[in-house]
């Protein structure tokens, strides 16, 4: 295993534990979270294990706590892990062969992805593939863990900035990719079109999960109303569950159907390019979202100026940990001064 990962920078694997480390922090905030909400230990854990997408576990939580319908949240999750689709097809290289290939799909996610296709060697993208899924993977549901056991006692990732260190990443790793020209040009003109459609999907997710609360009047038999107050996490176990299992196998079948497409498609050359372009555009897109939105919401300006300070210093061509600790620490800093 450690001759498998020698091929990597120490810059790169370094970097790579700091990324695993916020996740694993911000998987605290998301233990606590669920426990508050009032779900049973084991909730928030099979779905950081099955799941493994933190932004639609969130947004299954917040839904059903919300007295939202458990199908409707697995849903509204899995619209938001479609992208894992395209992911699927770019990296269909870099997830292993024959039953390794399972696990490998399983593992997929932006920072894999994102440190994977920001490699110069095939040999060096697909060990950073594996180092940083396996990575996540580990730090996610043991974050949880410690989130729902010691949650209150620990800051939020707000406090210290980490909310910036996400999108700060992705930035600092996609931008090299745009000295081509050609990639600077789509990743522009797509970023504002998919940036477009996003906030466009927030209002409409918004409005639907609105709707969703007002249960049996709007699903009908099939989505029967999810009851309120204590009985709204263990009321309906079965449907409890089968929405728990729709978000899993869901977002797994979309990550192992892109790179089984994607590996029986023969692409020339143009077509390959075109595909890494369009992960590119699309993780530059993720990026710009989580950069000004919170949510529905605007970020603040806190973790705007955080995420460009540390894109001046990746553009300077400074170390990746230099940039996620500059991300953390300046957002943290001026939130501190009173600027949100």
């Known amino acids: 295993m450690k001759h498998y990962f020698s091929c990597l920078k120490g810059d790169t694997i370094k970097a790579i534990f700091l990324v695993c480390l916020a996740v694993g922090v911000v998987g605290m905030s998301y233990g606590s979270l669920a426990m508050a909400y009032g779900f049973p230990l084991w909730v928030p854990f099979v779905l950081s294990i099955f799941v493994l997408a933190g932004a639609s576990e969130f947004m299954f939580i917040g839904i059903v706590a919300s007295g939202g319908n458990p199908l409707a949240a697995a849903a509204a999750g899995l619209l938001v892990n479609a992208r894992h689709v395209p992911f699927g097809v770019t990296v269909r290289d870099l997830v292993g062969t024959r039953a390794a290939s399972f696990f490998g799909c399983h593992i997929m996610n932006d920072e894999s992805v994102v440190f994977g296709l920001s490699q110069k060697t095939p040999e060096q993208r697909k060990a950073a593939y594996w180092l940083c899924g396996l990575g996540v993977a580990l730090f996610w549901p043991i974050g949880t863990l410690i989130g729902a056991g010691v949650g209150k006692l620990l800051p939020a990732p707000e406090t ?27 990743g522009c003109s797509g970023a504002a079109h998919i940036d477009s459609w996003l906030q466009r999907r927030q209002r409409r997710r918004a409005v639907a999960c609105r709707r969703s609360l007002c249960g049996g009047r709007i699903a009908g038999v099939a989505f029967a109303a999810w009851p309120t107050g204590e009985e709204k996490i263990m009321g309906n176990m079965t449907l409890f569950i089968i929405g728990i299992a729709l978000l899993s196998v869901g977002t ?18 143009r077509s390959q390019a075109l595909l890494s372009d369009a992960a590119t555009v699309l993780l530059f897109s993720v990026a710009l979202a989580t950069t000004f939105y919170e949510g529905e919401h605007f970020a603040g300006m806190a973790r705007v100026l955080g995420v460009g300070f540390a894109v001046f210093l990746a553009w300077r061509k400074m170390p990746l940990i230099v940039v996620i600790i500059a991300a953390a620490v300046v957002t943290a800093l001026l939130r501190m001064a009173g600027i949100n």
């Open 252 to 269: 797994y079948l979309m990550r192992l159907g892109g790179a089984k497409l994607g590996s029986r498609l023969a692409l020339s050359e």
């Open 160 to 186: 210290i900035g980490l909310d910036a260190v996400f999108p700060a990443i992705l930035l600092a790793l996609v931008i090299p990719a745009f000295k081509n020209r050609t990639t600077l040009i789509r």
